[in-house]
């Protein structure tokens, strides 16, 4: 949100996302003074006197912002001061604490989800090359052995290799695959991932559709994004089928969950955002798609790791459902968030819109 003040506080030009942060059109904007719009002025007084002397070139400071209609919550902002190429005139930018802490753990995020996959691609390649000699190596001796108990014993190293090398495939699938683009609906990506649910899970479990039929087709990777969604569909599933308020080996057994209980919802809902910033980049539009869930929640001690490699909160899971997903919908410009409490998990899916 941005203005163009005098260093008398006078507002001089307002861009829109500032006018419907305010609640106020941009005409009256400009009758105003910014010095009205902060709870304490004090200090927006002094840097812009500052800043049009010239005595310092920009300047930063969080302050408390009124909003309209009168008497609404006071909203707190980060205030940018810089100075401009015309004569008289500051530019003052506002930026909500709440989107400004939503931006640098994005900035966080996306740079871990850098670091975790190139780290993971080195180390994929590096397991992926002596494992294919340990599995010659296994099948040469089988051929060589004649006791069928040593035989047993290089049958298990070709298995694990076998199964070691899947593990591989999956942690490089994101990099082999070509990034496919064409016209996405994503309301044709949530049927199939309905689809492949409900064929899996036909009792039990109850599959809601809240759809807004006006979001438009984008250009994307149809297959990576029903991918993304049902990796985490998957997981919302498997969360359902185990107890809630059960300890120890019954903790883990589907007889006692929701899907077995009939209680289980699984929700789809798609709606569009507006002024929405990914990184440092606004748009106007974003799709915003939410998979939400009625389990018991994602566990409290992984909560902030659930999206990090070989993170799973089960038993003899991968840990990879959750690291594709991210993948795929940052490969589109877009990013997951969670927000998880015992009876309610949502994951919230944002993709810029045309």
């Given at each position: 949100?941005?203005a163009?003040s005098?260093?008398?506080?006078?507002?001089?030009?307002a861009?829109?996302a500032?006018?419907n942060?305010?609640?106020?059109?941009?005409?009256?904007l400009?009758?105003?003074?910014?010095?009205?719009w902060?709870?304490?002025?004090?200090q927006?007084?002094?840097?812009l006197?500052l800043?049009?002397r010239?005595?310092?070139?920009?300047?930063?400071?969080?302050?408390?912002?009124?909003?309209q209609?009168?008497?609404s919550?006071e909203?707190?902002?980060?205030?940018?001061?810089?100075?401009?190429d015309?004569?008289?005139?500051v530019?003052?930018?506002?930026?909500?604490i709440?989107?400004?802490?939503?931006?640098d753990r994005?900035?966080?995020?996306?740079g871990?989800a850098?670091a975790?996959?190139?780290?993971?691609?080195n180390?994929?390649?590096?397991?992926?090359n002596?494992?294919g000699?340990?599995?010659?190596?296994?099948?040469?001796?089988?051929?060589?052995?004649?006791?069928?108990?040593?035989t047993?014993?290089?049958?298990?190293?070709?298995?694990?290799a076998?199964?070691?090398?899947?593990?591989?495939?999956?942690?490089?699938?994101?990099?082999?695959?070509p990034?496919?683009?064409?016209d996405?609906?994503i309301?044709?990506?949530?049927?199939?991932?309905r689809?492949l649910?409900?064929?899996e899970?036909?009792r039990?479990l109850?599959?809601?559709?809240?759809?807004?039929?006006?979001?438009?087709?984008?250009?994307g990777d149809?297959?990576?994004?029903?991918?993304?969604v049902?990796?985490?569909?998957?997981?919302?599933?498997?969360?359902?089928?185990t107890q809630?308020h059960a300890?120890?080996?019954?903790?883990?057994?589907?007889?006692?969950?929701?899907?077995?209980?009939g209680?289980?919802?699984?929700?789809l809902?798609?709606r569009?955002?507006?002024?929405?910033?990914?990184g440092?980049?606004?748009?106007?539009?974003a799709?915003?798609?939410?998979?939400?869930?009625?389990?018991p929640g994602?566990?409290?001690?992984?909560?902030?790791?659930?999206?990090?490699?070989?993170?799973?909160g089960?038993?003899g899971?991968?840990?990879?459902?959750?690291?594709?997903?991210?993948?795929?919908?940052?490969?589109?410009?877009?990013?997951?968030?969670?927000?998880?409490?015992?009876?309610?998990t949502?994951?919230?899916?944002?993709?810029p819109?045309?």
């Amino acid at each position: 949100m941005v203005a163009l003040s005098g260093p008398d506080g006078r507002c001089l030009q307002a861009n829109s996302a500032l006018e419907n942060l305010m609640g106020i059109s941009r005409r009256t904007l400009t009758r105003s003074s910014l010095l009205d719009w902060l709870a304490d002025p004090t200090q927006l007084r002094e840097t812009l006197h500052l800043v049009a002397r010239n005595e310092v070139a920009t300047s930063r400071f969080d302050a408390l912002l009124y909003r309209q209609p009168a008497g609404s919550a006071e909203l707190p902002v980060h205030v940018i001061v810089n100075q401009t190429d015309w004569p008289g005139c500051v530019l003052v930018e506002l930026i909500v604490i709440e989107q400004q802490i939503r931006q640098d753990r994005e900035e966080r995020t996306h740079g871990l989800a850098q670091a975790n996959k190139e780290l993971v691609r080195n180390l994929a390649h590096e397991i992926k090359n002596p494992l294919g000699g340990i599995r010659g190596a296994a099948q040469l001796l089988e051929m060589e052995v004649t006791s069928k108990e040593l035989t047993e014993y290089t049958q298990v190293i070709i298995h694990e290799a076998d199964r070691l090398q899947a593990l591989v495939d999956r942690l490089l699938a994101p990099h082999r695959r070509p990034h496919v683009v064409a016209d996405v609906n994503i309301h044709e990506v949530c049927e199939r991932v309905r689809s492949l649910i409900q064929a899996e899970f036909p009792r039990g479990l109850t599959v809601v559709r809240d759809y807004d039929a006006s979001i438009p087709e984008f250009r994307g990777d149809r297959e990576q994004l029903i991918q993304a969604v049902l990796n985490i569909a998957q997981n919302a599933t498997q969360a359902l089928s185990t107890q809630v308020h059960a300890t120890g080996a019954e903790a883990d057994s589907p007889l006692h969950g929701r899907i077995a209980r009939g209680d289980a919802q699984l929700v789809l809902r798609t709606r569009v955002a507006r002024q929405v910033t990914f990184g440092r980049q606004r748009f106007r539009l974003a799709l915003e798609l939410h998979i939400e869930d009625n389990g018991p929640g994602v566990p409290e001690d992984i909560r902030d790791r659930i999206f990090h490699p070989l993170v799973s909160g089960r038993e003899g899971g991968s840990g990879l459902g959750l690291t594709l997903a991210q993948t795929f919908v940052q490969q589109h410009q877009g990013t997951i968030e969670c927000d998880s409490v015992p009876g309610r998990t949502v994951f919230k899916i944002l993709i810029p819109l045309p």
